[in-house]
């Protein structure tokens, strides 16, 4: 075996001819590396070369001409608009008048009347002027004095003496001033006879203006003393097996040759605040305590509770009373009015206490005082006593109440 470089020369196999070349192992392993480490190189130099000629195209322009358009411009001859001549000045306008002053009422002044006296009362009967016999005093209203004081003014003006200093008042300052009080209606005397006391119960059976029916039970009991009264009212209805109280009405006062003389009325309703109704003798007025009005007071005035038992007494006093209209002034929890009753015939009522012969009395609706109607029947048989009141409201609802028992009370209980 002969070696050659870095291979191992054989001769060949047994009945071959010539030698056999076979490279070693460190040499195979050499001559891969050197491939590898070659073919590095030039990869790297290829990199190279792409990098330096992209760096040399980056920043250069484009080498093609730029086309230009070029851009056309129009242009258009517009006239001139012709110079208007100067609108002409407005003709002067002429000033406004000041707006005319509030015409003013000329009000004199005259001195204060003093209230009148008892000698300005109305003679009593008998006098020789002629005065009939049921005349009764009857307040003036102070605006009638002012007025007629204002005429006696006048009246001196015109005879010459020298008149009051006058006062100036707009029409708006006299429409502020307060309203006087109202009027006293004219009073009536009639011939009374007090009922004695006692309790009446009574059947209520409402019927609302929808159709809706209650049932339930009033009280009207009354003590009368020589010298006083006390009227107490109670009213209620029915729910299921509770009895609900809705209305209570006291009356109270002294008893005089009018009949009842009322000095105070309560009234409290179901949910409401008791209001109350002074009847001011010495001071000649009729107050509230749920408003401001006033009205006068004459003699035979009542309220809502001793009303009905005055009617009796009336009845009592004299039927043939009971033949024209009976103006009563009552005083209710706000306001006064008078009530005006008349005989609207005698009927026959079916009662719990049997059929019972009475006077029906009725009071119709007043437009602008009030809008119900009133009715009542008194029973002559039974000392004229009310055994049955009605009242339809101006809704449609009705309210009756129907005697069921009348129990007289000894004097003095």
Request: hydrophobic letters at 40%; one cysteine or more.
């Amino acid at each position: 075996m002969r070696m050659q470089g870095r291979a191992c020369v054989r001769p060949a196999a047994r009945g071959g001819t010539g030698y056999t070349t076979r490279m070693s192992p460190a040499y195979a392993t050499n001559r891969g590396r050197r491939r590898q480490l070659v073919l590095g190189v030039l990869t790297i130099l290829f990199h190279v070369l792409v990098f330096v000629w992209f760096a040399g195209q980056v920043g250069r322009l484009p080498d093609r001409p730029l086309r230009t358009r070029a851009a056309s411009m129009t242009a258009e001859l517009v006239e001139a608009p012709k110079s208007r001549p100067p609108s002409p000045m407005p003709p002067p306008q002429p000033a406004l008048a000041p707006p005319p002053l509030p015409e003013v009422a000329l009000v004199p002044v005259v001195p204060a009347v003093p209230p009148p006296g008892p000698a300005d009362a109305v003679p009593a009967p008998g006098t020789p002027d002629g005065t009939a016999a049921d005349a009764v005093p009857v307040l003036t209203p102070q605006a009638d004095g002012i007025a007629a004081a204002g005429a006696a003014g006048r009246q001196t003006g015109q005879d010459g003496a020298a008149p009051g200093p006058l006062t100036v008042q707009s029409p708006q300052q006299a429409a502020a001033a307060p309203a006087p009080p109202p009027a006293a209606p004219a009073a009536h005397r009639y011939k009374v006879d007090m009922p004695p006391s006692a309790d009446i119960t009574l059947d209520v059976a409402r019927t609302d203006a929808n159709g809706t029916k209650w049932s339930g039970d009033a009280l009207l009991s009354w003590r009368v003393a020589p010298s006083s009264y006390r009227v107490r009212i109670e009213a209620g209805i029915s729910i299921m097996f509770a009895h609900v109280n809705l209305l209570a009405l006291t009356s109270e006062g002294t008893v005089g040759d009018e009949g009842f003389v009322p000095t105070l009325m309560t009234e409290k309703r179901r949910g409401r605040a008791m209001t109350a109704t002074h009847f001011n003798r010495q001071a000649g007025t009729l107050t509230f305590s749920a408003s401001a009005a006033t009205y006068p007071l004459v003699p035979g005035a009542q309220d809502k509770a001793s009303v009905p038992l005055q009617l009796a007494a009336i009845a009592r006093g004299d039927p043939k009373q009971l033949s024209g209209n009976i103006d009563i002034l009552v005083g209710e929890d706000r306001d006064a009015s008078v009530f005006t009753f008349m005989v609207a015939g005698q009927e026959q009522i079916d009662t719990p206490l049997g059929r019972i012969a009475t006077w029906h009395l009725v009071r119709p609706p007043k437009p602008g005082s009030y809008n119900s109607r009133l009715e009542l029947w008194l029973a002559p048989a039974y000392g004229w006593y009310p055994v049955q009141i009605r009242n339809v409201e101006a809704s449609g609802a009705v309210t009756t109440q129907t005697v069921n028992k009348i129990v007289i009370q000894p004097a003095g209980a």
